[in-house]
């Protein structure tokens, strides 16, 4: 029966032995004691601890943690209740501080978190507190940093997740954003309205000031039309009277002009006729003396209104083809005069 029990003995050795090789993970640490009290930290790797004598007393993660504490119920400085979730980060930097620094540290961390946000919010009014979180979550941090020095524990972060004001405080808030919405809705509707009238008025104003420049621009081109067109009357005539002395012909010209006149005075609608003395051989020999003072065979004055046969033509029109014939027909005019002239002088032969 001595094998049984030193197969047993040699079980137990085996186990005794086994018990006593401790892996240490990646990122964690063992707080090893010796007799009950603190003999050295163990980090990542193999370790033997010796039996009986030894003992672990915590095993202790380094990453970083996140703690989501329950809402805490605060009062602001204008005697306003809310209620307020916040979410702590956190890691370990020394295993010792955090085994031995304080009894349960993340419930003594939670209850740090809540006294902290009480007295930050106690110090301000409900409209800063709604738009702080930022300098809520830096102060915070800070403060819960230096307290958990001793604790070995570093506080990297705090935020503020949720921020509940009481049901009526939210009402009046909406209400007040509503109002707060209605008034920038008017002011732009009134702005769009100035905008669209002034907009207007310019149009007007530019509509009108061209019109102006317009009407302007016509009246300018149109006096500069009767000018170009008065101008280019007298360039004929003035060439039609330079053509005829020209030819030589400078008496015959005045006389064509007055009988151009007499033709008109002795239409038989006149019943008085001045006449100059120079003409009168010319209204003689042509046998005009009759017409002219109603001896003889003269025509009765006709009194009913005088038709014009032949259109008034716009000089402006056609004054370039007009002075060739002009010219022709004053030519022809002045030539047939003197041969009236000539027969007159010489009995008619």
């Given at each position: 029966m001595w094998w049984i029990v030193l197969i047993v003995v040699i079980v137990l050795l085996a186990a005794l032995l086994f018990s006593c090789v401790q892996i240490v993970p990646e990122a964690a640490a063992f707080v090893v004691e010796f007799l009950g009290s603190y003999q050295v930290t163990w980090h990542k790797g193999l370790h033997f601890k010796i039996p009986i004598v030894q003992r672990i007393a915590a095993r202790v993660s380094l990453k970083e943690q996140v703690c989501d504490f329950a809402p805490s119920s605060v009062?602001?400085?204008?005697?306003?209740?809310?209620?307020?979730?916040?979410?702590?980060?956190?890691?370990?930097?020394?295993?010792?501080?955090?085994?031995?620094?304080?009894?349960?540290?993340?419930?003594?961390?939670?209850?740090?978190?809540?006294?902290?946000?009480?007295?930050?919010?106690?110090?301000?009014?409900?409209?800063?507190?709604?738009?702080?979180?930022?300098?809520?979550?830096?102060?915070?941090?800070?403060?819960?940093?230096?307290?958990?020095?001793?604790?070995?524990?570093?506080?990297?972060?705090?935020?503020?997740?949720?921020?509940?004001?009481?049901?009526?405080?939210?009402?009046?808030?909406?209400?007040q954003m509503k109002a707060e919405r209605e008034k920038r809705q008017t002011l732009l509707e009134a702005s769009a309205h100035k905008?669209?009238?002034?907009?207007?008025?310019?149009?007007?104003?530019?509509?009108?000031?061209?019109?102006?420049?317009?009407?302007?621009?016509?009246?300018?081109?149109?006096?500069?039309?009767?000018?170009?067109?008065?101008?280019?009357?007298?360039?004929?005539?003035?060439?039609?009277?330079?053509?005829?002395?020209?030819?030589?012909?400078?008496?015959?010209?005045?006389?064509?002009?007055?009988?151009?006149?007499?033709?008109?005075?002795?239409?038989?609608?006149?019943?008085?006729?001045?006449?100059?003395?120079?003409?009168?051989?010319?209204?003689?020999?042509?046998?005009?003396?009759?017409?002219?003072?109603?001896?003889g065979d003269y025509t009765p004055i006709d009194r009913s209104e005088a038709v014009d046969a032949h259109p008034v033509e716009d000089p402006c029109c056609e004054v370039e083809d007009n002075r060739s014939t002009e010219t022709y027909r004053s030519v022809e005019s002045a030539e047939q005069i003197q041969q009236d002239l000539h027969r007159d002088e010489h009995g008619g032969h």
């Open positions: 009062i602001t400085k204008d005697n306003v209740s809310m209620t307020i979730d916040s979410v702590v980060y956190y890691k370990v930097f020394n295993p010792r501080l955090y085994a031995y620094g304080v009894d349960h540290p993340i419930s003594a961390l939670e209850n740090l978190n809540a006294t902290t946000l009480r007295n930050i919010i106690g110090s301000m009014e409900l409209d800063q507190t709604l738009t702080s979180r930022e300098v809520i979550n830096d102060q915070m941090q800070k403060v819960l940093d230096v307290a958990t020095d001793p604790w070995g524990i570093k506080v990297t972060r705090v935020e503020l997740k949720n921020i509940i004001p009481p049901q009526e405080i939210r009402a009046a808030m909406e209400k905008e669209s009238v002034i907009t207007r008025a310019e149009g007007d104003k530019q509509a009108k000031i061209l019109a102006a420049e317009a009407e302007r621009d016509a009246q300018i081109a149109l006096a500069q039309g009767r000018a170009r067109s008065i101008e280019l009357v007298y360039d004929a005539e003035a060439e039609g009277l330079k053509a005829l002395k020209r030819a030589g012909i400078d008496q015959g010209v005045l006389k064509l002009k007055g009988i151009e006149a007499l033709k008109d005075v002795a239409n038989g609608r006149a019943t008085k006729i001045y006449m100059p003395s120079d003409l009168s051989g010319v209204i003689s020999s042509l046998g005009l003396v009759g017409e002219s003072l109603g001896i």
